[in-house]
């Protein structure tokens, strides 16, 4: 299970692109996205190089105005999400 430790990595060569003012989650080996909307496009950015949840939790937190927990488990549900999907990799601790 994901926790503060788990650290998150792009699983290949990914790019957050603007298109037309929305922000994508483009995979360059297959051509598949994923639309980015609020502090999504915000959490990716954070993602350029491995990073900790936690130290993704800080960056959204400074932010949004959002209690720690409530943070942790929509940004675990959404990473875990990108994680199925292929766009990440979650190397849990």
Request: glycine residues 4%; hydrophobic residues 45%.
């Amino acid at each position: 299970m994901l926790n503060e430790h788990t650290r998150v990595v792009f699983a290949k060569k990914m790019e957050v692109v603007d298109v037309f003012g929305d922000k994508i989650l483009y995979d360059f080996d297959t051509g598949n996205y994923h639309f980015l909307m609020g502090s999504a496009s915000d959490t990716m950015e954070y993602v350029k190089d491995k990073i900790s949840v936690a130290e993704i939790l800080d960056a959204v937190m400074e932010d949004f105005d959002v209690p720690r927990d409530i943070c942790l488990r929509d940004t675990s549900a959404f990473l875990s999400q990108l994680e199925e999907k292929g766009f990440l990799k979650l190397e849990l601790s």
